[in-house]
Structures are given as structure tokens and as C-alpha cells.
């Protein structure tokens, strides 16, 4: 991996980082400069003066899901795509996730990391590390036994709730835009933050795995049923639209990351996911159409993609999505359907190019996986990594040692980092995203801010006192932000 | 409840504040009222800023958003107060708007 900068370098940067007095006195004059606007917005009284000035201003006519003001619809994502360049690619084979490790360093290598994070965790325990005490791991180990162990996750709908057929009357009927909004409405209670859809065509028929976590191929059929069988899933040419969600992660728990507390926030979301994706392929069967889910945790398909072309984010530099909403706050899910859909358009609202002056995620990340370019590139670090659009690819292999070898979990540093992984209770937020959203000549300074104005570490015996709202989330600030 | 009570000390201050400049011995110009305004919707965010940071856990930032946001208000708020006055006809200023009022023999002896 090409790293203009080496890891001393990046510690340098990281602890040079301050508020210069130019930056201050830039920050007063912005403040001043875009404080009414935002101001006056922030608390919803004028949103629809901006929403409506703003041109292209992604906030569809009845919809329920209104963005912030400052998200631009465009045609094309910011990220550049070749098509061409693109094909399916194996989950099982390509990504470094669960047992992939062992493909890229060898069953040998990976079972030593293995070992040590097995034998970290205990001298931890016995040491009683703050972070990593016994109740930490019973947190982690809780928080993600049901959605990795026990989760009802399955390609086909489960049996259980009524079809049209089933009442003997007629499937549900409705134009695509009618549908989007039902479904949207259907997940917001269910548990989904966001919600975006796409149109399955030659093109993006490539970002659906050729091969499933657990081996079955996908494949795609002119049948009117889908089916599966003990080699394969088999999706219906018919079905030709994908919902695509998020589900929240708390910012607050991610704070603790790496560590089991942090990792507990993605273990809770992968625990939610699997009742909001049932629930969705059941509410589809009562409709009359079919609902076809990943068969497992990361299956069908490759979800920051996804999710950039049904417009819930851009690609950041942690080669991850990262939502207007939500920043890189969320895990990404998909549904393929058959039930007519209007596709959702992909966003403009400054984040890659914010993340090409920032760097935070990629100075903090200890393993040094991250990219520095300021620029996405087209070529692939590795075989982990899916050619065919310009991006920060990651070192994903150094990345997975990191988590088996450094704090035995998953690490989500360049999660809890990001300036765009912030709360919402101050307007300064919205502000600092809708100017970013606007110009980048404020990117750099609203880095240092970010860094200067103390958003750190936190210690993880407090996190065990914080009075926090069910599963750590705010599921409030979605409406506060569709202003 | 927060808002609204900002809201009255707010609406109550800005009526004041009218009904001051309303009297003929105080200047007021209109690069005077820029600044006040600016320095009071600087002032409303420092404290929007500063709750808002508290409530998202964030003490530092909340200081840090005080000093960032106060301290141009508190600077814009007193040149609003400050240059009118400098640039003012001496007979507007505060001060000096009672010497009519006085005997006609203190008035001499100035």
C-alpha cells in the first residue's frame, strides 16, 4: 500500500493538530458568515425557504424520508465507477471477514492470531484492564450472540404471515413511488434509520455476490419463484430492485472502540438486523411479493455500494459508507424484491471531499491500513478489494491482524474518529455539514476544529454510569434533521 | 422550555434595547445595529452551542464553543456599543445629555 506517510509521521500529525490562531478567527468569520442560515434552520422553523432554495435539494415530494437540506440528488455517485472494469466477485473467497483471513496470511498465521486473542482476552480479564474486564467481554459476547449465533437470517421469506394468496384476494397494487414510501414507512418501525432503493440492471446486477459467506452461489433466473437448494440461491429475473437500509450504531459506545465495549454497538445493530430484515420479507409476503435477504451477516451482496448508488452516503477514506445523517454511524443491509420500487438517486452532499483534506481515520488508525492519498484511486490494495471504481482502498488484511492481535474484537477506530460520527444536540454539527456540503475552503479548518475541540477518547469505566436511550441511539435525530 | 425562556429574555432585552434608541441623545447608526445583531445571534449560538455540547457529552467542546462563539459576540457587542459613541456628535453621547437640564449656573461653570 502506497502511504505517503509513515507511522511516526503520522503521530506527528496527530498531536500537531491544534487550533491556529488563522483558523480561529476563519471559524468566527464562518460562524458569522453561515449562522444565521443555519441557525434559523437548525431547529426546523424555516426549513422549507432553504430546502426550496437549495437547487437540487434531496427532499422528494411526499416523501417520509426528507434529507437534511444541504444533500444535493446528483445522477452519478461521487464515486467514479467503470462498469466494465466490474464483475461479481465471492464473498467467501475475496473478503478478508470471518475465515477469509486465512486465505490471504494462511491457516497457520491465522490461527496464531487467533490464539493470541484468545490468550490476550484472558490475561486482560485477569488483570482486570479498564476496557477489558470481565464484564466488557460479557457485554461484547451478549450484545452479538443472537445476531451472529441465533438470528433467524434467511434468503427465502420465513412462513408465518398471511399472503394475499393465503386470504384468497388480490396482491397489493401500487405505483413504484407509492411502494418506496410503504416500505420506507414499514422499516422506520421496524427499526431501519434510512432507507434507499436501486434498480437491478446489467450494471448493478455485479455488486450482488456471485458467492454467499457460507459458499451457495447466487445466481439469477428466469423463474417466478425463488428458490434454494443445498449448491445455490436462486434470485428471480423479476426481481429487480433492491432496498437497501441502515441501522443506527451509537456513537457514544463506538467511542470506546477498539474494545469490547465499542465492538458492542456493531454486535447490537447485527443483533436488530435480523428482526428488521425478517420483518421486512414478511411484510412483503403479506403484500403478494417476495422479499429475498442475506442468508447471513454480510451476504448478497456489497453494501457500501449499494448504499452509495440508493444515495444513503458516499464512500469515505475508511472505504466505508458514510451517511449525511448518521456519518459512518450505521451498518448497511439490502432486500431484494419484486415489489415495484422507485430507485433512489445517489447524493452529493460533500463528504468524499471532505474526507480528501481530512485524514483523521487514516492517522488513527493503528495499524496503519488506511490510506493517505488525498485523491481515491483506481487500483486495489489486494484481492479483498472490488476493482472497477476509485476509492481509498484498505489494507483489509493488516486491518483483521489488528483486530485478533490488538484488542481481540472488531476495532471501528476509523468509525469513532471520523468528524462526521458526531451527535446532533448543537446546531454546530448541521452547520459544519452544510457548509462542507457547500465549498470545501473550510475543510481543513473544520478538521482541526474537530480534533482541537476535544471529541476524544473516553474511559471506559464511565461508559458503565452514562444514562443512555434504548440501544444507544438517538431515533429522534432523523426527524430533527429532516429540516 | 430552555428556548422559550431564552426566548422571553431575548424579546424582552430587544425591546429595551428599542425603546432606548428611541430617545434622541442616543446615537445610533446603522453599522451599530450590524454588530449587535451579529454579536446577539453569536451569543444565542455560544449558549445553543454550549448546552447542545454538554447534552451530546462533550464538556470540552462546550467550553470550547464558549470561548469560540462568546468571545466575538462579547467583542462585536461591545463596538456596537462603543463606536457609535466614538463617532457620534458630543451632544448625543450619554453623559453629556443632561446639561441642558442643569442650573443655568452649573451650566456656565462648564
Redesign the interface.
Given at each position: 500500500m502506497n502511504h505517503p506517510k509513515s507511522a511516526t509521521d503520522n503521530e506527528q500529525a496527530t498531536h500537531t493538530r491544534g487550533v491556529s490562531r488563522r483558523d480561529f478567527f476563519k471559524l468566527s468569520g464562518a460562524t458569522a458568515g453561515v449562522a444565521v442560515a443555519a441557525g434559523a434552520t437548525a431547529k426546523g422553523g424555516r426549513s422549507k425557504a432553504f430546502a426550496d432554495a437549495a437547487n437540487g435539494a434531496a427532499s422528494s415530494n411526499g416523501s417520509i424520508h426528507k434529507r437534511p437540506w444541504w444533500v444535493r440528488e446528483v445522477d452519478e455517485p461521487t464515486t467514479e465507477i467503470d462498469w466494465g472494469q466490474k464483475s461479481r466477485i465471492s464473498e467467501q473467497q475475496r473478503t478478508v471477514r470471518g475465515p477469509g483471513l486465512a486465505n490471504y496470511v494462511g491457516e497457520d498465521r491465522a490461527e496464531e492470531v487467533g490464539a493470541i486473542a484468545a490468550e490476550n482476552k484472558k490475561q486482560r480479564i485477569l488483570d482486570n484492564e479498564p476496557g477489558y474486564r470481565l464484564r466488557d467481554w460479557a457485554f461484547y459476547g451478549s450484545a452479538g450472540f443472537f445476531g451472529f449465533q441465533h438470528a433467524p437470517l434467511s434468503f427465502l421469506p420465513l412462513e408465518g404471515v398471511e399472503s394475499p394468496d393465503d386470504l384468497g384476494v388480490p396482491r397489493w397494487e401500487g405505483t413504484p413511488s407509492e411502494n418506496a414510501n410503504m416500505v420506507r414507512a414499514a422499516m422506520r418501525h421496524f427499526g431501519a434509520a434510512t432507507v434507499g432503493f436501486v434498480e437491478l440492471d446489467e450494471n448493478t446486477k455485479k455488486l450482488i455476490y456471485s458467492q454467499d459467506p457460507d459458499g451457495k452461489t447466487v445466481e439469477f433466473e428466469d423463474v417466478d419463484e425463488a428458490y434454494e437448494n443445498d449448491d445455490k440461491r436462486v434470485i428471480p429475473d423479476k426481481a429487480k430492485w433492491v432496498i437497501v437500509y441502515t441501522m443506527q450504531m451509537s456513537e457514544e459506545t463506538m467511542r470506546l472502540a477498539p474494545g469490547p465495549i465499542g465492538a458492542g454497538t456493531t454486535s447490537v445493530a447485527y443483533a436488530r438486523f435480523p428482526q428488521i430484515q425478517a420483518s421486512t420479507q414478511g411484510f412483503l409476503r403479506g403484500l403478494g411479493y417476495q422479499g429475498l435477504g442475506e442468508s447471513s451477516i454480510n451476504a448478497l451482496g456489497i453494501a457500501p455500494a449499494f448504499g452509495v448508488l440508493a444515495g444513503l452516503g458516499e464512500m469515505g477514506r475508511h472505504n466505508r459508507l458514510i451517511t449525511p445523517e448518521y456519518g459512518p454511524m450505521v451498518r448497511v443491509q439490502k432486500i431484494v424484491t419484486d415489489l415495484p420500487l422507485e430507485p433512489t438517486k445517489p447524493i452529493d452532499a460533500g463528504i468524499q471531499e471532505f474526507c480528501k483534506t481530512c485524514k483523521v481515520c487514516a492517522e488513527q488508525c493503528p495499524s496503519d491500513s488506511l490510506s493517505y492519498e488525498d485523491e481515491p484511486y483506481w487500483n486495489t490494495v489486494g484481492e479483498w478489494n472490488e476493482p472497477g471504481h476509485k476509492a481509498w482502498f484498505e489494507d483489509a488484511v493488516s486491518c483483521m491482524e489488528y483486530w485478533r492481535t490488538g484488542p481481540g474484537t472488531n476495532c471501528g477506530i476509523c468509525f469513532s474518529v471520523c468528524p462526521y460520527a458526531k451527535k446532533d444536540e448543537t446546531f454546530m454539527h448541521t452547520m459544519v455539514k452544510a457548509t462542507a456540503a457547500r465549498t470545501r475552503l473550510f475543510n481543513g479548518m473544520f478538521t482541526n476544529m474537530d480534533q482541537a475541540f476535544g471529541y476524544g477518547e473516553r474511559d471506559p469505566e464511565d461508559w458503565w454510569s452514562l444514562d443512555l436511550p434504548e440501544y444507544g441511539i438517538d431515533t429522534q435525530r432523523s426527524a430533527r434533521q429532516q429540516v | 422550555m430552555f428556548?422559550f425562556i431564552i426566548g422571553i429574555i431575548v424579546g424582552a432585552g430587544g425591546f429595551a434595547l428599542i425603546q432606548r434608541t428611541r430617545r434622541p441623545d442616543v446615537p445610533t447608526t446603522w453599522y451599530g445595529w450590524v454588530l449587535g445583531i451579529?454579536a446577539a445571534?453569536?451569543g444565542?449560538?455560544a449558549v445553543?452551542?454550549f448546552?447542545?455540547?454538554f447534552?451530546?457529552?462533550?464538556?470540552?467542546?462546550a467550553w470550547?464553543?464558549l470561548l469560540?462563539?462568546g468571545l466575538?459576540a462579547i467583542i462585536l457587542g461591545a463596538l456596537a456599543w462603543y463606536l457609535p459613541r466614538r463617532t457620534a456628535p458630543s451632544d448625543t453621547v450619554p453623559g453629556d445629555d443632561l446639561i441642558e437640564d442643569r442650573p443655568e449656573s452649573e451650566q456656565s461653570a462648564l
Open positions: - | 428556548w451579529a445571534v453569536l444565542l449560538l445553543e452551542a448546552t447542545g455540547s447534552a451530546e457529552l462533550e464538556p470540552t467542546a470550547m464553543s469560540a462563539l466575538p
